[in-house]
Structure formats: structure tokens, C-alpha cells
């Protein structure tokens, strides 16, 4: 046989599901489901308003079957659990409290909670399902005046900045998945960088789907105060199950001015099997604001699992000189489906943008980029680099590029650069011939291929990518 | 060292090779010189164990073993190493990542410790020397934006990192300069030893002014047509490969162009 292909047989080791005693509500969505979730979660009536508004809005929206590059079957929205939560829910007094299946749960996906397992220099929230069962470090953190919690006491401890800042960059009518999310969310992390202040660890939150039937709806903020910094980690994982889960979520960032946000994503969900059966439908909004003049905002995506993924983390560029910075690695193979990309939204003079963008298809799989460069009128000098490289592996796996740029002001720059390639048995030869296994060989290339986005990614979670994008690749020359 | 019989190979159901017997001892250094689509590259490929090429026929013997049976990857920690036609390249990885990579397999596959990046550094810029290569080609990536003649120097490069027992260069000297020609053959003569073999695969005389062969076949339409010392490349330089061919009428073998 002449053509590469690559079996991907690795099994996937986080396809266990948690025997626990869930806290489900019945399936199906209205304003009477929005009320339970409210009373459930104890919220006050403003939270209530917001719901119900983002749920008006949705019952007039369309879902976006038309213009992304996937498909997949009708979601009946009405048989979709929107809220289940571990019973006994924590008191999260103390980590001590916490059910140990849940602690046991995460050990096993390697994020230890217990006090004396924890990882060194890096804070987790860990969320289950609909809700968040643990953050680490809090005390540690309070110290520096950084508030990183769940949303649930967020909007019980810091109503006014919830207030101020959630739906602040994605409004509840921004779009279908969005005003979903708006209307049902859950739970999710909350991240507060006072004035001044540079984050003394790495914040993360790690999501885990254990329930088949329910959906994940979580909401993450993220306000950086002026001339602060933060480093933001985020991992997800999924059961094997042969149907499909909603993941709608929502992440919202604010800078101020001079403050920094670096927001990494290690998105390993379930993604079905070979055949393309169950996987996680993963349609997410992710956007972030330099509200403020010198801030800047990073993305760095690295997305290996769910069936299908519909994502775009966005920059709008309002403060002058503020930067935008898109890095992103989506590997697809079998029958995934990818259509992700970004958003570079110049408003403020002298905004700066980067896209680095590297698709890799293997199997049958669809591996689009989609993203949109636009300058405003006021924008003036603003100034784009758009990097956009594909690469095919065996002959049955699609990549295609979908960039949209519209200039306003006649003193910017754009740039952009595309490429597509494919791991040929050429390049498989060269390097066994040189006496490198054909697996190292095909992990060689591609993390030579995706090495301007992995630099971007903090040290553990570099390693941790490129194990993944081996793992994940693992297969033969047949 | 290494023995071919009656060895015939060939790619997509064309055979090309119809019945190679070739020996290669130890020290020796051998040319393997014929027209355009004799075969000469393909013979070099079926020996580094190239996926797209089938051998039907005979068999090839590589100290006591049974080469064919083995993998690409195998061949190369046992010794065999092909230089070639045309060096491919690796973006984002760089050549001392690449060669630190397939120099610790090898260690690894003779059961001898791994060399960590430093250790590794010092020995690269040793051998560098050998096709008098500077440092700025470690860091870049594998053959990538590098010229037709540095890009033979590197598989030399690799050739002198990874020592092999068996050194196949496949049209080494096609597309170099003379000064690049000189560097390359250079480099292979003072990596030949009496441990070692050379097979050489060329179409043309001049890169054998440089390396001086012990024995000079000639390959035509998938077999060798004749066998002679170094002289015998001189009489074809003057005569070119016509007069052999009319002694073989099938000589257009196709597909030896394949890249």
C-alpha cells in the first residue's frame, strides 16, 4: 500500500464514567427549567433576570447549521438534562468535605485535589458535570487579593463585579450556543486580578462530563484589573458514551489597561469512535476584551478531542496599542469534525493582532479554520499577521481555510499566509531510514509542524500536548 | 558483509530489478553506475527497505541476516544507511534534534547510554567538521530553505554521525558544484574504513575522480550488464552507456523515476 494511514487504535483513557449519586432534574427547557435551576443554585432575582432575558432571546434564534463547515443531526434541545450536580454537594468549607469519588475521579485524570497531592504552582478549579466540586489554593491566592472561585459563590460573594462584568464581551443575544449557555449555565470559574498584581500561580479549571444524558453549560470570567497578569489553564475530559453531549460554554475575558491574560486550553473531550458514534458536541463561545490602552489578551488552543467542534476565541482590540494573539493546534481524525478559528476585532490605534494557526486531519476527518480579521475606522496603524497552515494525513481527511479580513482604515496592515501539506511516506521513510520508529516519526513531524504554537503553551502543558498529539496519532503505514 | 541474489524488485507491478547478484565485503567501496532508468535507485531503495518498492524474487543477506525481513527503521540502527537523491525536509524540527534522535536509537538499539542534548552538541560539532558544516545548520530545520548542495552535505553529516556499516549514496553528487563535490567526497573518504562499505549510485564518472571505487557495475534495464575495476567507469565516460544497452533490448525499465 502507498498511502499513509493512520489507525489512531489508542484507546482513550479517560472514557471511564464515576459511579455517583447525581442531583438530575428532568429533561427539557423553559422558563420553569431556568426557575429550578435558579432556586437549585440559590441565586438572587437579578441572576434570575438575566436568564430568563438570555432564554427569550434563544427561543427567537436559529441554531448555525448553515455556514460552519460541519454536520451532524438534529439536537432536540427538549431531551437535554440541564442540571446535574454529585449529591451531597460539598460544602466546599474544606477540601476534606468533598465526596472522595470525586476526589478519586480527578486523581485518576491526574489533577489531585487533596491538600497533599496538589500540584505544585498551579490552582484548579475542578468542575463535575454541572458543578464545581473543589478549588484548590484559595487562601493562597486571597493573600494576593486574587479571587479564583466557582461562579456559584461568585455570584454569591461578589455580586457587583459579576454584575459589571458577566455578559460584558459576549452578550446574552451574541448568538444560539451563547444565548443557551446564558440561560442555563451551571456553574464554571471565576478569576479577579486586583490592580497591580502579577497571578503567583497558574489558575486552571478542569472540566469532566460524567453524566450521558446532560449537557455541560459552563461560564468562565476572567477580569484582569490594570497592569495585572494572569496565566489560565484549562482542561477537559469526557466518558466514552455512544451518544452525543452538549458542551455549550461561554468564556468572557477582560484587561484592563496594561494587564496581561494568557488563557491556554488542553481540550481532550471524548471524540467518539471510529465510526463516529457518541463524541462530545463542543460549541463554545470564547472571547476576550483589551478594554484597556497597552493590554493583551492570548489564546492558545491546543483541541484534540470532541466530535465535533465549533469554536472561535476572539479578541476585540478597543484599547489603544493593545494586543490580540490567537495560537491554536486542532488535530482531527476519524470522522471529528473541526471549524474553529477566531476573531480579531481592531478598534482602538495601534492594535496589534497574531493568528498561528496549524489544522491537522488525519482519518476521514474535516478540519476547517475559519477566522475574521476586521479593522475599523478609528483603528488606525492597526496591523495583523495571519499564519494559517494545514496538514493532511492519509487521503481521506479534509482541510480547508476560511479567512475573512475587512480593512476600514487605509494606515493598517494585514497579512496573511496559508499553507497545506501532508506527512507524506516520503518524509515517514526519511526518518526511519535514519533509524527512528515510524510512530516517533509521525510525532516528529507534527510537533515540528504545531512548534510555533507549543512554545506558547506553559512548560507542563507543552509536554502534555505533545504526548497527547502523539497519542492520538498513534498508528502505521499500512 | 552483504550478499544480493537474484534480487528482483519493482513498484505498482513493474518490475524494474530482474535479477541482481551483487557481493560487498567489508572495506570495499562499489559503483553502481548505468543509464537513466536502469534501476540504479531503485536497487538503493529496496536495500533501506523503502515501503513502495516490492521485492518479488531472490534475496539479500546483510551480516548473516535476512535484510528484507526487517523494517526500514531496523535496517538503520543494524548499519545500513542510504543517502539520498533527493534529502527531505522536516519543518519546525531541528537537524540536532533530528540527529540526536535517530543517534540515541542506534545507542539505545547496541544497548550503549543516551547522549543528552550537551553531550550530544559536542560530538555533532566533531563530526560537523567532516563536510565542514558550522553550527548555524544545527539549529535550523531539517533540510528546509537549504541548497541543492547543503542538503547533500547534511545526509553526509548524518552519515558521519550515525556511522553506518553500510553507507548506500544514491546520486550523491547529482546537482553539486565542484566545490560541493569536493566537500561531499571529501567527507565519505575519510568516513570509509576498513570496517565499512560504500555503494555508490551514480550516473556519472566525476564524483569517481573523488571516491575511488574497488569495483564499477553497470546497470541496464535491471541487470547488471557488466562488472570491471575503477577503469571501467573511464571507458563509459568515453563511450557513454549506448553500447551497453544494445546488448540488453529491454532496457527502458519503468518507474525508476519515482521520487
Known amino acids: ?478 | 558483509m552483504l550478499e544480493i541474489k537474484n534480487l528482483h524488485a519493482g513498484i505498482d507491478g513493474n518490475e524494474i530489478l530482474k535479477g541482481i547478484n551483487l557481493t560487498v565485503k567489508k572495506g570495499e567501496i562499489h559503483a553502481i553506475m548505468g543509464p537513466n532508468g536502469s534501476g540504479k535507485s531503485t536497487l538503493a531503495k529496496v536495500l533501506a527497505g523503502h515501503p513502495a518498492y516490492e521485492v518479488t524474487k531472490g534475496e539479500v543477506i546483510y551480516q548473516g541476516k535476512n535484510l528484507l525481513e526487517m523494517a526500514p527503521d531496523e535496517r538503520a540502527r543494524e548499519g545500513v544507511f542510504m543517502a539520498f537523491q533527493y534529502p527531505i525536509e522536516v519543518p519546525g524540527v531541528s537537524n540536532a534534534q533530528f540527529l540526536r534522535l535517530a543517534y540515541n536509537e542506534k545507542r539505545k538499539h547496541l544497548s550503549e547510554e543516551e547522549l543528552d542534548p550537551l553531550e550530544f552538541k559536542d560530538l555533532l560539532k566533531e563530526r560537523a567538521k567532516v563536510v565542514e558544516m558550522d553550527a548555524s545548520f544545527m539549529t535550523r530545520s531539517v533540510n528546509e530553505g537549504f541548497s541543492g548542495g547543503e542538503k547533500k552535505r547534511n545526509e553526509i553529516l548524518q552519515m558521519a554521525v550515525l556511522e553506518p556499516r553500510l553507507a548506500v549514496l544514491d546520486e550523491t553528487d547529482s546537482g553539486l558544484d565542484i566545490d560541493a563535490l569536493r566537500i561531499v567526497a571529501g567527507g565519505v573518504n575519510q568516513l570509509h574504513n576498513s570496517e565499512n562499505a560504500i555503494i555508490l549510485v551514480t550516473h556519472y564518472q566525476r564524483l569517481l575522480n573523488y571516491i575511488v571505487p574497488d569495483y564499477v557495475h553497470v546497470l541496464a534495464g535491471g541487470h547488471i550488464v557488466k562488472e570491471g575495476g575503477k577503469e571501467l567507469a573511464l571507458e563509459l565516460e568515453q563511450k557513454g552507456y549506448d553500447w551497453l544497452k544494445t546488448a540488453e533490448p529491454e532496457t527502458t525499465g519503468a518507474g525508476a523515476q519515482v521520487r
Open chain 1, 1 to 478: 500500500m502507498s498511502t499513509v494511514e493512520i489507525l489512531g487504535k489508542q484507546e482513550y483513557k479517560y472514557g471511564f464514567v464515576t459511579d455517583i449519586e447525581s442531583d438530575v432534574i428532568p429533561r427539557g427547557l423553559s422558563e420553569d427549567t431556568i426557575r429550578l435551576i435558579v432556586e437549585k443554585k440559590n441565586e438572587p432575582d437579578w441572576m434570575l433576570e438575566f436568564r430568563l432575558k438570555a432564554y427569550r432571546h434563544w427561543l427567537t434564534m436559529t441554531e448555525p447549521k448553515n455556514w460552519p463547515n460541519i454536520s451532524y443531526p438534529e439536537i432536540d434541545y427538549q431531551d437535554v438534562i440541564y442540571y446535574s450536580a454529585p449529591k451531597l454537594k460539598p460544602t466546599k468549607a474544606s477540601l476534606d468535605e468533598v465526596d472522595p469519588e470525586l476526589l478519586r475521579t480527578f486523581e485518576k485524570l491526574g489533577i489531585p485535589l487533596t491538600e497533599q497531592k496538589q500540584l505544585a504552582g498551579v490552582a484548579v478549579d475542578a468542575v463535575f458535570d454541572s458543578v464545581s466540586v473543589a478549588t484548590t489554593y484559595k487562601e493562597k491566592l486571597k493573600k494576593h487579593g486574587v479571587i479564583f472561585c466557582s461562579f456559584t459563590e461568585a455570584i454569591r460573594d461578589y455580586p457587583d463585579l459579576i454584575k459589571k462584568y458577566l455578559g460584558s464581551v459576549v452578550p446574552t443575544n451574541d448568538n444560539f450556543f451563547a444565548a443557551l449557555n446564558s440561560a442555563v449555565f451551571s456553574d464554571g470559574s471565576f478569576c479577579f486580578i486586583p490592580k497591580g498584581v502579577r497571578c503567583p500561580m497558574e489558575l486552571s479549571t478542569y472540566f469532566r462530563i460524567n453524566n450521558s444524558e446532560s449537557g455541560q453549560f459552563e461560564r468562565t470570567l476572567i477580569v484582569a484589573e490594570e497592569g495585572s497578569y494572569v496565566s489560565y489553564l484549562e482542561g477537559c475530559t469526557a466518558p466514552k458514551f455512544d451518544k452525543n453531549q452538549l458542551h455549550a460554554a461561554v468564556v468572557e475575558l477582560v484587561a484592563l489597561d496594561d494587564a496581561q491574560i494568557k488563557y491556554s486550553t488542553v481540550q481532550n473531550w471524548y471524540a467518539g469512535d471510529e465510526e463516529g458514534v457518541g463524541g462530545i458536541y463542543n460549541f463554545v463561545t470564547k472571547r476576550g476584551k483589551c478594554a484597556g490602552r497597552n493590554s493583551k489578551i492570548s489564546w492558545t488552543q491546543v483541541e484534540t478531542g470532541s466530535a465535533i467542534t465549533w469554536k472561535y476565541p476572539s479578541c476585540i482590540l478597543q484599547g489603544d496599542n493593545s494586543i490580540g494573539e490567537f495560537y491554536s493546534v486542532a488535530l482531527t481524525n476519524h470522522a471529528q469534525q473541526a471549524d474553529t478559528g477566531t476573531k480579531m476585532i481592531h478598534l482602538g490605534k495601534n492594535t496589534r493582532s497574531t493568528i498561528i494557526s496549524k489544522g491537522i486531519a488525519a482519518g476521514k476527518s474535516n478540519n476547517s479554520y475559519r477566522g475574521l480579521v476586521k479593522v475599523m475606522p478609528k483603528a488606525e496603524n492597526a496591523r495583523n499577521y495571519t499564519q494559517c497552515d494545514s496538514m493532511l494525513i492519509g487521503s481521506n481527511s479534509g482541510a480547508n481555510t476560511f479567512p475573512y479580513i475587512e480593512v476600514m482604515n487605509n494606515t493598517s496592515s494585514v497579512e496573511h499566509e496559508a499553507s497545506t501539506s501532508k506527512i507524506s511516506e516520503e518524509q515517514l521513510f526519511y526518518l526511519q531510514q535514519r533509524g527512528i520508529s515510524q510512530e516517533d516519526a509521525v510525532s516528529l513531524i507534527i510537533n515540528g509542524f504545531c512548534k510555533d504554537v507549543f512554545l506558547q503553551l506553559p512548560m507542563e502543558f507543552a509536554v502534555e500536548a505533545q504526548r497527547l498529539l502523539g497519542m492520538k496519532l498513534e498508528g502505521s503505514v499500512g
